[in-house]
Nanobody, 125 residues
């Protein structure tokens, strides 16, 4: 399986963007998917995760109320709707997919079996 992200661009603070992650083939039933991001000079951090049936959903505190994760399994697509963007959201955003039956820690990068190449989001003030 390959994952390909798109939708990143340079925007002004307060703007909205939607990132898309498309899988090359259907994921295994039960796969959790997630979005992570890596800001310049920092490590990769968890942004949001979504179960196979779209609940539960989990968010990092820094994006709660501003970002919405969703998925369409029939289209093999994961989305991240981002609103009220702030400069601190500037990062390369990655999507990842976990194999079914992994542990409860969706924020652990080691739990993800496949990653996309990333899409860059730049938010200027």
């Amino acid at each position: 399986v390959r994952l390909v992200e798109s939708g990143g661009e340079a925007v002004q603070a307060g703007s909205s963007l939607t990132l898309t992650c498309v899988a090359s083939e259907p994921l295994a039933v039960g796969s959790v998917m997630g979005w992570f991001r890596q800001a310049p000079g920092k490590g990769r951090e968890f942004v949001a995760g979504i179960s196979w049936i779209s609940r539960p959903i989990r968010y990092a505190d820094s994006v709660k109320g501003r970002f919405t994760i969703s998925r369409d399994n029939t289209q093999k697509t994961l989305y991240l709707q981002m609103s009220n963007l702030i400069p601190e959201d500037t990062a390369v955003y990655y999507c990842g997919a976990r194999d079914p039956g992994r542990g409860p820690n969706w924020a652990s990068q080691s739990e993800y079996a496949v990653w996309g190449q990333g899409t860059r989001v730049t938010v200027s003030s």
